[in-house]
């Protein structure tokens, strides 16, 4: 059973939040990225996979990172500062065309969200557990990658939808690519770059969520402790 007395802590809610919505940005980046390499800049799904080697590594990256620094720094700053290169990626990525060579253009904006991404991922399930006995870390785990897999498909039906919508706006269609002129194809292209630039409202919206969070480094260093601890069986 869920402790309710979890949700009276006015930090856990903001950081369920948070959660919410990074999964929301999380799941967007990745799909409306995935489609427009292979919908608009026509990658094979295999050249797609390689061309995201990048954005696994700089996730790794900003992993790490970040588990360094949160015994360090007050964990909504390491939200916000993984929510301003998510936030520069899809203003970048909002800019680009589908006559754009791989690098540096795209390569540029799959790194640097990769990395903010990375930093996010690992804070805000620290920030979920910080303060709760060793018995509640299972339960909070498990509302963490709820609030998570809620917020993914919620926020890509939404951008989907304005994607969709500003390219009919502008002339294009939902039909097979292979059948689409040239103009039909700018407005495909320019439908998914616009849909970026609601991703990046969406990671402006987790910052500023995170901003309600007040754990300290102390206890988010503690609470990286505790579930590490759990994790090995010793608690």
Do not use: K
């Given at each position: 059973?869920?402790?309710?007395?979890?949700?009276?802590?006015?930090?856990?809610?903001?950081?369920?939040?948070?959660?919410?919505?990074?999964g929301?940005?999380?799941?967007?980046?990745?799909?409306?990225?995935?489609?427009?390499?292979?919908?608009?800049?026509?990658?094979?799904?295999?050249?797609?996979?390689?061309?995201?080697?990048?954005?696994a590594?700089a996730l790794?990256?900003?992993?790490?990172?970040?588990?360094?620094?949160?015994?360090?720094?007050?964990?909504?700053?390491?939200?916000?500062?993984?929510?301003?290169?998510?936030?520069?990626a899809?203003?970048?990525?909002?800019?680009?065309?589908?006559?754009?060579?791989?690098?540096?253009?795209?390569?540029?904006?799959?790194?640097?969200?990769?990395?903010?991404?990375g930093?996010?991922?690992?804070?805000?399930?620290?920030?979920?557990?910080?303060?709760?006995?060793?018995?509640?870390?299972?339960?909070?785990?498990?509302?963490?990658?709820?609030?998570?897999?809620?917020?993914?498909?919620?926020?890509?039906?939404?951008?989907?939808?304005?994607?969709?919508?500003?390219?009919?706006?502008?002339g294009?269609?939902?039909?097979?690519?292979?059948?689409?002129?040239?103009?039909?194809?700018?407005?495909l292209?320019?439908?998914?770059?616009?849909?970026?630039?609601?991703?990046?409202?969406?990671?402006?919206?987790?910052?500023?969520?995170?901003?309600?969070?007040?754990?300290?480094?102390?206890?988010?260093?503690?609470?990286?402790?505790?579930?590490?601890?759990?994790?090995?069986?010793?608690?």
């Amino acid at each position: 059973l869920v402790p309710l007395w979890l949700f009276r802590n006015r930090n856990r809610v903001a950081t369920f939040t948070s959660l919410f919505l990074a999964g929301g940005v999380m799941l967007a980046l990745t799909v409306m990225i995935g489609l427009y390499v292979q919908d608009v800049l026509g990658y094979s799904a295999l050249h797609a996979g390689i061309g995201f080697i990048p954005f696994a590594l700089a996730l790794g990256l900003g992993n790490l990172v970040t588990a360094r620094l949160a015994p360090h720094i007050a964990p909504r700053w390491l939200i916000i500062g993984g929510g301003v290169f998510v936030l520069g990626a899809m203003l970048f990525g909002s800019t680009l065309t589908r006559t754009i060579p791989y690098f540096p253009d795209l390569v540029l904006p799959i790194i640097v969200g990769g990395f903010g991404i990375g930093v996010i991922s690992v804070i805000l399930p620290l920030c979920a557990v910080a303060d709760v006995g060793p018995r509640e870390i299972g339960p909070v785990s498990a509302i963490t990658l709820m609030a998570q897999n809620l917020g993914g498909p919620l926020v890509l039906v939404v951008i989907q939808a304005v994607q969709i919508s500003r390219t009919l706006y502008l002339g294009g269609t939902t039909g097979p690519i292979g059948g689409m002129t040239a103009a039909q194809l700018d407005a495909l292209d320019a439908g998914y770059t616009y849909s970026l630039l609601w991703i990046a409202a969406v990671a402006v919206l987790v910052g500023a969520s995170a901003l309600f969070i007040r754990f300290s480094a102390q206890q988010i260093a503690a609470a990286q402790h505790a579930r590490e601890a759990v994790e090995a069986g010793e608690l």
